[in-house]
């Protein structure tokens, strides 16, 4: 016996949703006295096993995880595979006639006409938390002309950021009441910040924001030498603060890294408590209004 694991994350065609992969380690979980493989896409999982890879004759069995039984991948998983005892799990039967259906020896569905759903896979296996890190990216901000390095910047940042072991919340500091995708007062946006462990940003406001919640920033600044976001940090006295000259997968870590620990949120947590009007004593004065 061995096992060929496949689902829609197999296909070069097709996609692995967190439901797919969670799905497929449920099984994995109960195969774990198996001998098996697991197919998936180049596109996805560069470098491991692919259907291409997996030789028909060296399978006993083929296993299809989650995902709906239907549409001409299927059906060429069927011709390949013919050999093997098919067997599909957690999946959702469309229309029982299908052949992508009918191509398997056995069926055990989690929804299917006439039949009684059954619990998803995805809600069986445990999980790690990451850490949340909401992203605000500055716009193209051209009021500063070729000292600009917004395209540089944000190219390396957000790839390095991919790397992080994260779970990545792009925010836009931008309101619009007409766009749901969008926060429609500054109270939404600052309850989502609340919640997140840390912010990346190349925006004064993405640090504002952050810092203002308690949350620690790891801050960018994206015009040469550094502008306003540098600015803004010094009167916060915040340390985790970046040029775009000082930028490097080692700086990047190392603030990562104190963001997350134990002295990056104290420091957040006490720049929160650290407020400063002095502006709009000032502004009171300049119109001359007495002092509030």
Do not use: N
């Not at 020896?105 to 850490?131: C, I």
């Not at 002309?145 to 072991?165: F, I, K, N, Q």
């Not at 408590?273 to 502004?283: E, H, P, Y």
Request: aromatic fraction near 6%; charge should be negative; include cysteine.
């Amino acid at each position: 016996m061995r096992i060929l694991v496949t689902g829609w994350f197999s296909f070069v065609d097709g996609e692995a949703t967190a439901g797919d992969v969670l799905s497929l380690e449920a099984v994995r979980s109960a195969l774990a006295d198996l001998p098996y493989d697991v197919a998936w896409s180049p596109v996805f999982r560069p470098g491991a096993l692919t259907l291409d890879d997996a030789a028909p004759q060296t399978y006993s069995h083929l296993v299809f995880v989650c995902g709906p039984l239907h549409g001409p991948q299927l059906r060429r998983l069927h011709e390949r595979y013919a050999a093997c005892r098919r067997i599909a799990v957690g999946v959702s039967v469309i229309d029982p006639r299908d052949p992508a259906v009918t191509g398997f020896d056995v069926v055990l569905p989690r929804d299917a006409p006439d039949a009684a759903p059954r619990r998803d896979l995805a809600a069986l296996p445990a999980h790690a938390l990451v850490p949340v890190a909401g992203v605000v990216l500055a716009p193209g901000q051209a009021e500063y002309g070729s000292e600009r390095r917004h395209d540089e910047v944000h190219d390396r940042l957000t790839s390095w950021l991919a790397r992080r072991d994260c779970a990545r919340l792009v925010l836009d500091t931008r309101l619009d009441h007409d766009d749901w995708r969008c926060f429609g007062t500054p109270d939404q946006l600052l309850s989502v910040v609340g919640r997140l462990d840390v912010v990346v940003t190349t925006r004064l406001h993405g640090l504002v924001t952050a810092l203002r919640c308690g949350v620690p920033a790891l801050a960018v600044d994206p015009v040469r030498r550094g502008a306003k976001v540098s600015a803004q940090a010094r009167t916060w006295r915040w340390p985790a603060t970046l040029t775009a000259e000082e930028m490097t997968e080692d700086t990047l870590d190392l603030w990562w890294h104190w963001c997350l620990g134990t002295e990056g949120r104290h420091a957040a947590a006490r720049a929160s408590r650290d407020t400063d009007d002095a502006l709009l004593g000032d502004l009171r004065t300049a119109l001359g209004a007495p002092s509030s």
